[in-house]
């Protein structure tokens, strides 16, 4: 049972546009969320975070809107630029275990 | 970038021998994980380790086993490699503290690529 879904395998925006990607999740035990990050041939890189108790967190161009009601996040990018084009996972944490589960990620193209 | 050292970076073994992966940090995180990334199913989680010697199973955990005897240490072994091992394999580390409200970070490796023929 996939606890994390990223329905959209592929995105592509123009340069300047916003980037929206998704996140659902089924385990209503996470109390936290994370988005990551990865370039071809790269570890994943930590990109934002939300706590279960918020609904929106922001750190410059990115921020991570969370819908508890609907156990849906979205990683939303203002402005989108060429450097943007990665794999993003999105990522819960389920409390007390600390056991950090993934998405199967969503290839994001930023044409110039 | 926080410290976290996978080791060797490449590998390439036959079908049937042993392999031990290793994961190093210095940032006295208490969790550390082992994850694989193959095509089309993203970042599956193979072990888990919550502490010195306590381990659990993550999605995949079929075919590996992991031991972590010291905070900076945690291994992933495959006993008997098969050809459907062969994947990309990530270590994460992660700490969650209160500062006021709930902050967890995490983060990974760079990888190691094993190929088993």
């Known amino acids: 049972d996939q606890q994390v879904k990223q329905n959209s395998p592929s995105l592509s925006v123009q340069e300047g546009r916003i980037s929206i990607l998704n996140c659902d999740y089924t385990?209503?035990?996470?109390?936290?969320f994370l988005w990551y990050k990865k370039y071809p041939a790269e570890g994943p890189t930590f990109l934002i975070s939300i706590s279960s108790i918020k609904d929106k967190n922001e750190d410059g161009r990115f921020t991570v809107f969370l819908n508890k009601s609907a156990k849906h996040l979205s990683l939303h990018i203002v402005p989108s630029q060429p450097g943007d084009s990665a794999v993003y996972f999105c990522?819960?944490?389920?409390?007390?275990?600390?056991?950090?589960?993934f998405g199967k990620g969503t290839k994001l193209t930023v044409n110039p | 970038d926080a410290g976290i050292t996978q080791s060797p970076r490449h590998k390439v073994t036959e079908t049937g021998t042993p392999v031990t992966l290793r994961c190093h940090q210095t940032?006295?995180?208490?969790?550390m994980y082992w994850y694989r990334q193959d095509p089309g199913h993203g970042l599956r989680l193979i072990h888990y380790?919550?502490?010195?010697?306590?381990?659990d199973k993550g999605e995949v955990s079929d075919g590996y086993s992991v031991s972590r005897s010291k905070t900076e240490d945690f291994l992933l072994t495959l006993e008997s490699a098969t050809s459907s091992q062969t994947s990309v394999y990530f270590c994460a580390i992660s700490e969650s503290r209160w500062t006021g409200i709930l902050n967890t970070e995490a983060f990974f490796g760079q990888g190691t690529r094993l190929t088993v023929v």
């Open positions: 990522a819960g944490i389920q409390g007390g275990s600390e056991k950090l589960v």
């Open positions: 385990n209503s035990m996470f109390d936290y």
């Open positions: 380790s919550y502490g010195v010697k306590d381990t």
């Open positions: 940032e006295n995180h208490r969790y």
